[in-house]
């Protein structure tokens, strides 16, 4: 389980350093940085997949994500450098993005792809804070040191190029074994962001149905992630969430020539409505039961404001189904609805799980801040990697 998350330099994220338990709650007023937190946890997703820089490339490049604004006191814009990094009960990682040195391709002519953010620095440790006898693999520019599963160290030059991370370029299970577990570790890790429920969503029309244990980012296999739920998952709570949610409803799955359609069968009318019929908050909630009530739980779930159009009443299942997904695998929820948050709350102690509410505001220079905090002493202890 991941218990600190630190981001440093991103958009309105100059320093910010977060605990994480089980179930963690961000709140805030908008703008205050509760979006680019979810972001950043994106992104270090990405690094596992070696993804990271072209992510940056889609938010408009390294310049238009740093932090733009001083560093308190000093007058000056901080160092072109954003870090990120989070330390868990059993690994640690950062990663340093930094400025390119600007290139020439094959003709002479200056590299096209010059503005594309390049790793500095990378670094992999046990336990929750990077100390250098739990160093585990350490990457400064090209040159890689990784711990074998002999206990030894492998170094090598010029093996990672500056656009693509070590995780998704060395994870070797004898050469960096602790490298690949984490590597994997990490792509287990799961986002969901606005599911689509417009009219033309994908969701509301019959697909080709297979055995689907993870909901896509579409929602396009809802139908088929239900049966699935029904036929190797829990079954029992899945009723329970449609029942919370709608009295007297049931989820039905047709199949007509192997394309799966959803029917929602409610009290008090003569036929079910297809996926097609229902009103946008039905279909998000009945998205977030299959996401939630997975059969393979991520080792991170995060969902950023599951709350978007639904009716305050549904907010209690919701909260409901988000306390039994904690149950098997840490939550991240950023929410602009108090009234999910007090929700979570309230039910918290019926699921026997611990909330970790997290408010952020902005202090007067425009860098985001948890709440409440008064002096870096009540942060969790961090080090970064020097480069």
């Known amino acids: 389980m991941l218990t600190t998350v630190a981001v440093e330099n991103y958009r309105s994220l100059r320093r910010l350093i977060v605990p994480l338990g089980r179930l963690n709650v961000i709140t805030g007023a908008n703008a205050t940085g509760k979006s680019s937190l979810y972001r950043a946890l994106r992104l270090l997703a990405d690094s596992a997949r070696g993804g990271a820089v072209a992510a940056l490339a889609r938010e408009g490049g390294l310049a238009s994500t740093l932090w733009a604004g001083e560093r308190k006191g000093s007058g000056r814009s901080p160092a072109a450098s954003l870090r990120l990094g989070f330390a868990g009960d059993e690994f640690g990682y950062a990663v340093d993005f930094g400025h390119p040195i600007p290139t020439s391709g094959s003709t ?12 500095k620095r990378e670094c992999t440790w046990a336990g929750p ?46 050469l960096a074994p602790d490298l690949l577990r984490l590597r994997e570790h990490m792509r287990s890790w799961r986002f969901y962001d606005h599911v689509r429920t417009d009219a033309h969503a994908p ?9 689907t244990p993870v909901l896509g980012h579409d929602g396009a296999d809802l139908a088929a992630a239900l049966q699935t739920i029904r036929e190797i998952g829990d079954r029992e709570a899945l009723d329970a969430a449609v029942d919370a949610a709608f009295p007297g409803s ?26 097609a019929e229902l009103s946008d908050g039905t279909l998000r909630y009945l998205l977030w039961t299959a996401a939630l009530l997975t059969p393979r739980p991520p080792a991170l779930l995060v969902l ?47 699921h026997r799980i611990d909330v970790n509410p997290i408010a952020l505001v902005k202090n007067a220079l425009g860098e985001t801040e948890v709440a409440g905090r008064e002096s870096m002493l009540d942060e969790p202890l961090w080090h970064w990697p020097k480069r």
């Open 108 to 119: 002479g002519a200056p590299s096209m792809f010059n503005l594309d953010p390049e790793i």
């Open 304 to 350: 950023n404001e599951p709350e978007s159009s639904l009716h305050p009443d549904l907010l209690g299942p919701l909260a409901d189904l988000i306390l039994t997904a904690a149950r098997d695998t840490q939550v991240v929820v950023v929410t602009h609805a108090p009234g999910l948050a007090e929700a979570l709350g309230r039910g918290a102690g019926r």
């Open 250 to 275: 049931e989820a039905e799955i047709v199949s007509e020539g192997g394309r799966f359609e959803l029917k929602l069968h409610q009290r008090g009318l003569l036929r079910p409505l297809g996926a």
């Open 203 to 211: 969701a509301r029309s019959a697909q080709i149905g297979t055995r």
């Open 129 to 174: 804070v990077l100390r250098p006898a739990a160093l585990l693999s350490d990457r400064s520019g090209p040159a890689v040191r990784t711990r074998t599963a002999q206990g030894t160290w492998h170094s090598s030059v010029n093996s990672v190029r500056p656009y693509d991370s070590m995780l998704s370029e060395l994870a070797d299970p004898q």
